[in-house]
């Protein structure tokens, strides 16, 4: 039990003001950079480049609430809110060991904010590094104060999207991190079960891919927070097809397969040991029957080939079909046509909420299915 002595002792000190620290030099750790370009370093060049403050970046975002008056009492209704977007401004100094290291400083400090058409990632090193997608919110302030070619500025940015995310630095692009869960499967015996945690104090969007073959209905289930994604549609697993018959005509190849091949327009195959002509990887253009495709012989210079009896195979697959639930989309081999079909019509999209989530991933359609789930995903803060 914590005496009156001790509490008192706790609460002088914490109300206590600290010394002033003797500063002998900068402690320069590198530990933010919009995307290339470090900060807190000395650069190739001899110059020194000093972050003094991101305001904006400790402090939750601005809440945005409608006040929707109640038209028969007193108050207003209770109305779910959101956030603004993130205005940040980076602050700090150039400084330079002579005055002729200066414009060219400036140079490279102006080529690294021109983000009015392009953004950046801004990335703080923290534990764990934590980024936020930004571009400029206004004019920027560059000024020179000092005849050595000292220059303060003052960068004016802005995130859209207001959460900071985990930046994992193995993933240089995006900074995901990623979990892969094979589906429920009595053979081999698979749980189908992972559990993700998010690290962060706010919900945040998942990236999942779905690699086929699916017979559905199939479901993703964060059991955590009771969010469900169904997915209705089949998907492809990995085919193989033997050729029978193949021919061209005004560079139009025909290929004929001895079963149904299971194509459809706009599938990516690779042709092998058909001809030299007729090898490699072509965007089926046609279906003309179950057992025939067709594709297109860019930069063919040969004639035409009567149809003869061929050898060889065409493979296909596995379907992927991507679920980005930050924007809410859906694409099917890196197609949007007909991938949304795929999906329940009135259908949830899953969050990771703060702390540990269980995700569940099943086929029932297939009692051993051999599909796959990749979840790529970032914690997220709001301070």
């Known amino acids: 039990m914590t005496t009156q002595g001790q509490k008192n002792y706790i609460a002088n000190k914490s109300l206590a003001p600290l010394p002033q620290p003797h500063l002998t030099g900068l402690k320069l750790e590198e530990d933010i950079s919009l995307n290339d370009f470090v900060f807190n370093k000395v650069d190739a060049y001899g110059v020194l480049w000093v972050i003094t403050d991101i305001k904006g970046w400790w402090n939750p975002p601005t809440p945005d609430i409608l006040d929707i008056k109640r038209g028969w009492n007193d108050g207003s209704y209770d109305v779910k809110g959101r956030y603004q977007s993130r205005e940040l401004t980076l602050e700090g100094s150039i400084l330079c060991t002579v005055p002729t290291l200066a414009p060219a400083a400036r140079s490279r400090l102006v080529a690294a904010i021109n983000l009015v058409r392009q953004g950046a990632w801004l990335k703080t090193e923290e534990d764990p590094t934590k980024a936020s997608y930004v571009r400029l ?62 690290d962060g104090d706010v919900d945040v969007s ?74 490699g990887e072509q965007v089926v253009v046609s279906i003309p029957t179950a057992t025939t495709f067709t594709y297109l012989l860019t930069g063919y210079a040969g004639g035409n080939v ?11 697959g596995p379907d992927l079909l991507e679920i980005d639930t930050y924007n809410r989309e859906v694409t099917l081999n890196g197609e949007f046509t007909g991938a949304r079909l795929k999906l329940e019509v009135y259908n949830e999209w899953i969050t990771l909420s703060p702390g540990a989530n269980v995700i569940s991933f099943y086929d029932n359609g297939a009692a051993n299915s051999t599909a796959d789930l990749t979840i790529d995903y970032r914690s997220g803060w709001l301070a």
């Open 137 to 198: 919110s206004g004019e920027p302030n560059i000024e020179t104060v000092s005849a050595r070619g000292r220059i303060d500025f003052s960068i004016g940015l802005r995130a859209a999207d207001p959460i900071k995310y985990s930046w994992n630095n193995d993933d240089v692009t995006y900074g995901y991190d990623t979990v892969s869960i094979d589906a429920l499967s009595a053979s081999p015996s698979r749980t189908g079960i992972s559990t993700i945690t998010n």
């Open 306 to 316: 009567s149809s003869t009896a061929g050898s060889g195979t065409v493979a296909y």
């Open 206 to 279: 998942v990236y999942l891919t779905i690699t086929g073959p699916i017979v559905g209905p199939a479901s993703i289930i964060n059991t955590t927070n009771s969010e469900t994604i169904t997915i209705t549609g089949t998907l492809r697993g990995a085919t193989t097809k033997t050729v029978n018959n193949k021919a061209i005509s005004n560079s139009v190849v025909t290929l004929t397969t001895s079963a149904a091949h299971g194509l459809v327009i706009g599938d990516v195959v690779t042709v092998s040991s058909v001809g030299a002509a007729y090898n």
